[in-house]
């Protein structure tokens, strides 16, 4: 026999929490399962998969040039810690690495790390130290000449220990500006992450010497709890 509606709001049972919640597996670190709950739950991370880009980082180029406008066709790039590869997929139909815009300047993008990466089409990407002695004019050989735009997402390895971390990556990110300076087409652009931290102003103050704008922007596809922000240098006076 039927049972009597019972006039009660029923409208929330057997409704699915869409939050994904990780269980703390043994000899896994609470922290990590925080990061593994807060990966599976980003919808940028979901967005990634979903359009076939190898990372959430992609998305940061990808605003990043939208305000911008660096990654144009005919564009020489050169990407600096390119692995896993989505900032070299977001800039290869940017900067028509493959010629698939009729009538528009066909670009190119080397892509360097010190691990292998897997190929992408339109990219050029080597193995290699660009702090090594020659890894400017080796970059240089391969693109045929200066590039218009150096980027880097690199990261040094966290330690833990917030200061530590923030002095690492911008003793990297200074690395890269000085590669870039080296490499870089005068009116050229260089684009790399640092993280806030009171430790940045030394590498700001050669930045305004080299270029003529200098901007720091957290894009909107930086977590809002990450301490990152990209500075993004235009108008390179050579």
Partial sequence: MAKK?????????GRRDLTVKVKTARGRRLSS?????????????????????????AFKIMELDDKYRFLVP????????????????????RI??????????????????????????????????????GADDKVKEWLG??????MSDMAAASSGHK????????ALCEAAAYFAFDVLEEGGTFVAKVLAG???????????????????VKPPASRSDSSEKFVVATGFRG
């Fill in 74 to 93: 005919g564009a020489r790039v050169v990407d600096l810690g390119c692995a896993p590869g989505g900032w070299i997929q977001v800039a290869v139909p």
């Fill in 145 to 150: 000449g200066k590039a218009d735009v150096v």
């Fill in 5 to 13: 509606p019972t006039g009660k709001n029923t409208s929330g049972r």
């Fill in 198 to 216: 009171g430790a940045e102003g030394e590498l700001q103050k050669i930045l305004k010497q080299k270029f003529a704008k200098v901007a720091n």
């Fill in 33 to 57: 399962t925080r990061w593994l709950q807060r990966q599976l739950n980003d919808p940028y991370v979901q967005r990634a998969q979903k359009e076939g880009y190898r990372g959430r980082a």
């Fill in 163 to 170: 200061q530590t971390d923030h002095l690492r990556i911008i």
């Fill in 96 to 133: 028509n690495a493959l010629g698939e815009k009729p009538g528009k300047a066909v670009g190119r993008i080397i892509g360097i790390d010190l691990q292998a990466v897997d190929p992408i089409p339109g990219a050029e990407i080597h193995q290699l130290d660009f702090m090594e002695d």
